[in-house]
């Protein structure tokens, strides 16, 4: 059976956000990763940054 002429890739990404300056960014989902947990810490001003959001994207293979 084939569903889908093209194949299709979803990847997951996870958006941190700073609690401090508010700068976001965003990187592919690592395993553990929870909503609104404590991720990282901020690029410009080393707070500890929040997981903001999860989301999956199709990419086109
Ligand atoms: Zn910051």
Known sequence: MNFSKKKKVVMAFTVEKCTKCNAMKKRTFSDGDT?????????????????????????DE
């Open 35 to 59: 909503l609104f947990a404590p991720s990282s810490k901020c690029a410009s001003c080393g707070e500890i940054a929040s997981i903001e959001k999860i989301f999956g994207e199709t990419l």
